[in-house]
C-alpha cells in the first residue's frame, strides 16, 4: 500500500500500519514471553523496514500491554501504577518484593514524576480508552508491505516539525473548523495506538500527536514525532493530497529546505 502523503512529504522513514490480525506473520520480530522492551523500539524498527508482532503475553511491559489494546494490565503494576507515575511508593519498596524489585526499577521508590501527585495520576489511568482488541495479534508493518486484502486500524507517521505541520493543515482540510488533531499526555504506546483506535470508532476521529514521552525519546530521533491517524481518516487525507497545498509553492518551498 503506497502513501500519496509520504511521497509528498519525503518522510525519511516508511508509515507504519497497525493492524489486528488472528494470524502471526512469519518472520516477524516479537518479545519473548516475560521479557520487558519498549513497544516504541518496535516502532521504530517497523519504519525502518521491518514488522513486529505482539500478543497477550509478549506485550513488553506492562504500560505496553495497555498501549496494545490487551486489557487493563495496570492492575497488576507492582505498587501502584499511580504512584510508579507520580511520586513514588517508598513502602511498597521496602517490603521483601519490592526490594528484590527496585533494584532494577528505582522509580518505584522515587517515581517518574510525569503526574504531581497519586491522585491526579489515578486519575489519569482511569480517563484512557483502555480496551480489549478483538484479536490475537497486534502487528506493526511497513505501509508499504500491506497487501490489498489488509485493512489497518490505524497509520502512523514519524515527522519532523516541518512534515508535522503539513500533516496537521492535512488533517484540517475538509475539518469545517472541528478540532481534527490532538496531543494528549500519553505513555509512547498509547499514542501510537490506544488513542487513535479509539479515535478511529468514535463519528468524527481524531489524528493523535505523539511520541512526547520523555522515557520513550530514547527510541525515536531526536528531531522526530509520531501522527497516528485512524484508518478512515488516513484514506480522506490521502485523496486531499492531489489539488491541496501539498502542490503549491508555500509546501514545496519548505520541502526543498528538507533535502538540503
Same mark, same amino acid.
Given at each position: 500500500?503506497? !502513501?500519496?502523503?509520504?511521497?509528498? @512529504?519525503?518522510?525519511?522513514? %516508511? ?39 505482539? #500478543? ?14 490487551? *486489557? ?23 517490603? $521483601? ?10 522509580? @518505584? ?16 489511568? #482511569?480517563?484512557? =480508552?483502555?480496551? $480489549?482488541?478483538?484479536?490475537?495479534? &497486534? &502487528? ?6 500491506? !497487501? ?26 475538509? *475539518? ?7 496531543? =494528549? ?13 479509539? $479515535? *478511529?470508532?468514535? $463519528? ?10 520523555? %522515557? ?33 509553492? %508555500? ?8 533535502? !538540503?
Amino acid at each position: 500500500m503506497q !502513501s500519496k502523503i509520504a511521497a509528498a @512529504l519525503k518522510l525519511r522513514y %516508511s508509515p507504519v500500519a497497525i493492524l489486528l490480525t488472528d494470524e502471526k506473520p512469519e518472520g516477524a520480530l516479537q518479545f519473548k514471553e516475560g521479557r520487558w522492551g519498549c513497544v516504541v523500539a518496535m516502532f521504530t524498527a517497523a519504519a525502518r523496514g521491518r514488522t513486529a508482532v505482539f #500478543d497477550r503475553k509478549t506485550f513488553g511491559c506492562l504500560g505496553g500491554g495497555v498501549g496494545l489494546g490487551f *486489557g487493563n494490565q495496570y492492575k497488576n503494576f507492582p505498587g501502584g501504577i499511580e504512584y510508579f507515575l507520580s511520586t513514588g511508593n517508598k513502602d511498597f519498596c521496602r517490603s $521483601e518484593v519490592g526490594k528484590n524489585l527496585v533494584r532494577n526499577m528505582p522509580a @518505584l521508590e522515587e517515581g517518574e514524576r510525569y503526574l504531581k501527585t497519586p491522585e491526579m495520576a489515578r486519575k489519569f489511568v #482511569d480517563s484512557l =480508552p483502555i480496551t $480489549e482488541v478483538p484479536a490475537t495479534y &497486534v &502487528v506493526f508493518k511497513p505501509l508499504p508491505e500491506v !497487501s490489498p486484502d489488509e485493512t489497518p486500524a490505524v497509520v502512523v507517521f514519524l515527522a519532523n516539525p516541518d512534515q508535522l505541520s503539513a500533516l496537521t493543515v492535512l488533517a484540517n482540510y475538509e *475539518g469545517g473548523g472541528r478540532l481534527n488533531v490532538i496531543a =494528549p499526555f500519553g505513555a509512547g504506546c498509547h499514542t501510537l495506538f490506544l488513542i487513535p483506535y479509539a $479515535e *478511529g470508532r468514535s $463519528e468524527e476521529p481524531r489524528a493523535v500527536i505523539g511520541l512526547t514521552d520523555i %522515557s520513550a525519546r530514547k527510541h525515536v530521533d531526536k528531531d522526530l514525532l509520531s501522527f497516528a491517524v485512524p484508518y478512515k481518516m488516513f484514506l480522506q487525507m490521502e485523496n486531499n493530497v492531489e489539488g491541496s497545498f501539498l502542490e503549491r509553492e %508555500s509546501w514545496l518551498q519548505v520541502l526543498k529546505r528538507n533535502q !538540503s
